[in-house]
């Protein structure tokens, strides 16, 4: 290999580690081709059981037929519903309660214990508590959605509010700026790496548990369809609706990233 191969390949590994969209799409690309021929192998060659794996191939067809049938559409529907329902008025009263925690220490510090103590426990497991109490209708996965996601908005929100250093909050102050000018030109903006993350977070668990909630009640929705393939040894459909969750996760991430860019731009790419 000469110099110039060399040069040539240190630019292309300096290009696919820079910012750009190009370099950010080449990166996506090459992650999920990477993935898909991996599983795409595994499945082919080294795991027999098909009960715990099919290929790639197979995963496509059966998500083609749920398309084709309309089953897809309707648990789609049903589950994006919940989310759209629910996951708003986790993030909006989660950021209330941060703010309420960051404003005030004796009730952050009278509080922290309880919400320590309720982010700790596996809500999942009070799905079917809230499935019988609520019935099998969007307010049982409603309320098991906000509980799951709402922790991790309060703890960011929290932190972020009160990360900002004193020396720039006190510099605001001695040129006359209010308290809620200080919020809005200092506390906020420095925040927002952390209240992203809290909401990025926050859609992760929320997923879970909207599904988790789909499994013990209801009648549509993705988890109701994941059971359902579980029960009747559908691994290909399984897989299918798995992956779709998983893409769904992916784009609320890169909307997420592409947000926090937007509303904090000087905030260095790590």
Excluded: C
């Amino acid at each position: 290999m000469t110099r110039t191969d060399e040069r040539r390949g240190v630019g292309v590994f300096a290009w696919l580690g820079g910012s750009t969209r190009g370099a950010s799409a080449t990166r996506l690309v090459l992650s999920l081709t990477l993935f898909l021929g991996v599983w795409q192998l595994a499945a082919t060659y080294l795991i027999d059981n098909r009960l715990l794996l099919v290929p790639v191939t197979e995963v496509a067809t059966a998500l083609y037929t749920e398309i084709e049938s309309g089953a897809f559409t309707k648990n789609l529907a049903t589950t994006m519903l919940e989310l759209a329902i629910a996951f708003p008025l986790a993030v909006f009263g989660g950021f209330a309660i941060g703010a309420i925690l960051a404003g005030s220490k004796p009730v952050r510090q009278t509080l922290d214990p309880i919400l320590t103590a309720l982010y700790s426990l596996p809500i999942v497991a009070l799905a079917p508590l809230f499935t019988a109490g609520l019935g099998f209708g969007v307010a049982s996965k409603v309320a098991v959605v906000i509980l799951m996601a709402i922790f991790p908005v309060i703890t960011n929100t929290d932190a972020g509010l009160r990360s900002a250093e004193p020396n720039l909050i006190e510099t605001a102050r001695s040129y006359g700026a209010t308290r809620i000018q200080v919020l809005r030109t200092v506390t906020i903006p420095h925040s927002v790496p952390f209240l992203v993350s809290g909401v990025r977070v926050a859609f992760a668990r929320a997923l879970v548990g909207v599904i988790v909630a789909e499994f013990f009640g209801a009648v549509s929705g993705f988890g109701f369809a994941i059971a359902a393939a579980a029960q009747s040894y559908q691994t290909a459909r399984l897989l299918g609706y798995v992956v779709v969750l998983g893409a769904v996760g992916l784009v609320a991430s890169f909307g997420l990233t592409a947000l926090e860019k937007r509303l904090a731009p000087w905030r260095e790419d790590s």
